[in-house]
């Protein structure tokens, strides 16, 4: 029963490619939601499984992770019913089969405890998610599926020679060769050294292209472009976590091996590059939706910044994984509504917003602010936390230029998102595009909301699930 949230939605899928109705196949997208979001409540109260025995296992971490994933495809679910059922034009078959998909195999990466399956679960994301991105059939969406595709294969092939490396660190060390995690945390301290360094390497590289670490992040502008914003929101708030997921997962292991300081100056130093990436490509950034691409390796940075400085600014980067995740749903989702709404996405034609779609334009506004890190929004808890932990560590170099690029960030941000929600409306803007909907809206406000609430009230069940993953990692001071 509690492997549910893996099969359920397999068998949905297979529902949805059978079903011939285009009008009612996207409704099992918000069925499937509901019934996932019930098998992780089974899941978090069910004793963990020993994960040195088993190659399936929800442990703290895990449950954080999949919470995530699950509380953010409810309302998205609802959000693809409402949109799908706007583009009647269009066989949404492959949509819906390859959506519930994605979601079983980014469930299947949190209870994964063996590296190979680990691995193979986050491929299986890949392969699932291609064909959302290039839903919209457009000559740039074709490109931006390829290139997406291309790009993670080459980082998913880097992360399994990691993986190879890692179990030869075992064998190099005199232990009998194993990639089932807790086997690697048990014998970490007879572990090959140089072989440590090299398979963590190549992992945090493999994977960071998943997660859109600079300079691994070249398919994330196109992909999140390009995208329906129901994808855009899935892949920045549940892929790019499934993928720190994994990176976590071997920073525990290099933790254990005695190596957590060779590992933790790489985390830094791919954390502020990202971060500085995504301030030079944000400032005159006219795309709104290629924006929030920079905008995720702006935080994606945050997050390996966070694990890097370890203590509290790991627990406050775990915090900030699930309020990212959802204010990115905010974010994406308000802004293929203006997509829609202008039939274009770039600031040139896209004004006025709050005159044009009044609920969209607030919203989209609102997320920036949350997402930049002003308070009462969730991500100033977090992003706080971070800068605590860097300042009481004696890191101020690295806390001076964590600010800074939040600084340029919110510069050019803001003005990106003020040229779209300010001003009147183009000529002709009343009577082009499509109208917000109650599936269009709604789940939009839903996530707002949570991301307020969670700024000023942490609920104690989210409270714990955090503290629990940081003691698992043992990150937390």
Not at 173 to 198: N, R, Y
Not at 406 to 419: P, R
Not at 434 to 459: H, Q, Y
Not at 461 to 466: A, C, E, G, I
């Amino acid at each position: 029963m509690s492997l549910g949230s893996i099969w359920f939605p397999l068998v949905m899928a297979l529902l949805a490619f059978g079903l011939p109705s285009n009008r009612w196949r996207p409704w099992l997208l918000p069925a499937s939601g509901l019934a996932h979001l019930l098998f992780f409540a089974l899941g978090i109260t069910a004793e963990r499984v020993p994960a040195d025995s088993h190659w399936l296992a929800l442990d703290p971490l895990g449950k954080l992770v999949l919470g995530l994933i699950s509380v953010l495809f409810l309302p998205c679910s609802f959000y693809a019913a409402g949109y799908l059922n706007r583009r009647g034009e269009r066989s949404n078959r492959i949509f819906c089969s390859c959506l519930l998909v994605f979601l079983a195999m980014m469930s299947l990466v949190c209870w994964s405890q063996h590296l190979g399956l680990l691995w193979v679960a986050i491929d299986a994301t890949t392969l699932a998610s291609g064909p959302l991105i290039y839903f919209n059939r457009t000559p740039r969406s074709i490109e931006a599926a390829w290139k997406y595709l291309m790009v993670c294969s080459v980082g998913i092939a880097l992360a399994l020679l990691g993986s190879l490396f890692l179990a030869y660190a075992s064998l190099h060390g005199g232990e009998e060769s194993s990639l089932i995690f807790g086997d690697l945390l048990l014998h970490a301290p007879q572990l090959s050294k140089p072989w440590v360094h090299a398979g963590f390497v190549l992992l945090l590289v493999g994977y960071g292209t998943k997660m859109g670490l600079a300079p691994m992040h070249t398919w994330k502008p196109d992909a999140y472009g390009e995208a329906p914003g129901v994808v855009g929101a899935l892949l920045a708030g549940g892929l790019a976590n499934c993928a720190f997921l994994a990176i976590l997962r071997v920073h525990q292991v290099c933790i254990a091996a005695g190596e957590g300081e060779y590992a933790s100056r790489l985390l830094l130093f791919v954390a502020l590059l990202s971060m500085a990436c995504a301030a030079v490509f944000m400032v005159g950034q006219k795309d709104f939706k290629r924006m929030l691409a920079y905008s995720s390796i702006e935080h994606m940075g945050i997050l390996a910044l966070g694990v890097g400085v370890g203590g509290l600014g790991a627990q406050g980067a775990l915090l900030h994984m699930v309020n990212n995740g959802l204010t990115k749903g905010v974010l994406f989702l308000s802004a293929g509504n203006l997509h829609r709404a202008y039939g274009d996405k770039t600031t040139d034609a896209v004004r006025g917003a709050l005159i044009r779609s009044p609920l969209s334009g607030w919203l989209f506004l609102l997320g920036f602010l949350a997402i930049t890190g002003s308070p009462p929004f969730a991500p100033f808890v977090s992003e706080f936390s971070i800068l605590r932990s860097m300042v009481e560590s004696g890191r101020h170099l690295p806390a001076a230029a964590f600010l800074a690029f939040l600084l340029v960030i919110f510069v050019g941000m803001g003005k990106t998102v003020l040229s779209v929600v300010q001003g009147n409306p183009p000529e002709g803007a009343d009577q082009a595009g499509e109208r917000e909907g109650v599936f269009t809206s709604l789940p939009i406000v839903m996530l707002m909301g949570a991301v307020l609430m969670l700024g000023v009230w942490i609920p104690e069940p989210l409270s714990s699930l955090v503290d629990s993953a940081a003691r698992f990692l043992e990150l937390k001071s």
